[in-house]
T-cell receptor, first 109, second 113 residues
Framework: GQQVMQIPQYQHVQEGEDFTTYCNSSTTLSNIQWYKQRPGGHPVFLIQLVKSGEVKKQKRLTFQFGEAKKNSSLHITATQTTDVGTYFC?????????FGAGTQVVVTP | ETGVTQTPRHLVMGMTNKKSLKCEQHLGHNAMYWYKQSAKKPLELMFVYNFKEQTENNSVPSRFSPECPNSSHLFLHLHTLQPEDSALYLCASSQVGQSYEQYFGPGTRLTVT
């Protein structure tokens, strides 16, 4: 069956540094979405990627969908304390939106 | 953000109680969802309603009973819960289809004693 891994599970980042979180699938994905959940909050939609090799940017966040549509990444540059939270990738499987386990990001000043 | 609202925000209930969670969306969507989020576990989809019709029951125990009277409202009726049911219950809505994002409510933090 399909397996999707989100790595790393935890990410400690110094303020001002860059980091990347990955979502890797064993099978081709039709599209992929990214969500952010702040501590004590709820998931908030960030972006959707549909096309092979697609790259989208939102200020300091860069989202990429692999050429084979089997992996995706979220890269954050110059991390700020406002970036703290858990980032989830999500994909449709059998008509249902499935969520990855998330990458929990902690930012130290 | 007031697109999707949930009440109550916090709920403590005994194992013999009956309570209901309420969700309302003001986004004009026609699909609504219930998710369970436990500590250190991925989001678990519980129920899906498309155009008020239940299209997904993800093997949820019968002590959880959903109700969707119209496309804007969703309820989750709870009875004889177990302590392991303590979690954050999130409601979400979207347009029907596989290319749409979901909008989540703030959740109900449920504690079963």
């Amino acid at each position: 069956g399909q397996q999707v891994m989100q790595i790393p599970q935890y990410q400690h980042v110094q303020e001002g540094e860059d980091f990347t979180t990955y979502c890797n699938s064993s099978t081709t994905l039709s599209n992929i979405q990214w969500y952010k959940q702040r501590p004590g909050g709820h998931p908030v939609f960030l972006i959707q990627l549909v096309k092979s090799g697609e790259v989208k940017k939102q200020k300091r966040l860069t989202f990429q969908f692999g050429e084979a549509k089997k992996n995706s990444s979220l890269h954050i540059t110059a991390t700020q304390t406002t970036d703290v939270g858990t980032y989830f990738c999500a994909w449709y499987s059998w008509g249902k939106l499935q969520f990855g386990a998330g990458t929990q990001v902690v930012v130290t000043p | 953000e007031t697109g999707v609202t949930q009440t109550p925000r916090h709920l403590v209930m005994g194992m013999t109680n009956k309570k209901s969670l309420k969700c309302e969306q003001h986004l004009g969507h026609n699909a609504m969802y219930w998710y369970k989020q436990s500590a250190k576990k991925p989001l678990e989809l519980m129920f899906v309603y498309n155009f008020k019709e239940q299209t997904e029951n993800n093997s949820v125990p019968s002590r959880f009973s959903p109700e969707c009277p119209n496309s804007s409202h969703l309820f989750l009726h709870l009875h004889t819960l177990q302590p392991e049911d303590s979690a954050l219950y999130l409601c979400a809505s979207s347009q029907v289809g596989q290319s749409y994002e979901q909008y989540f409510g703030p959740g109900t933090r449920l504690t079963v004693t």
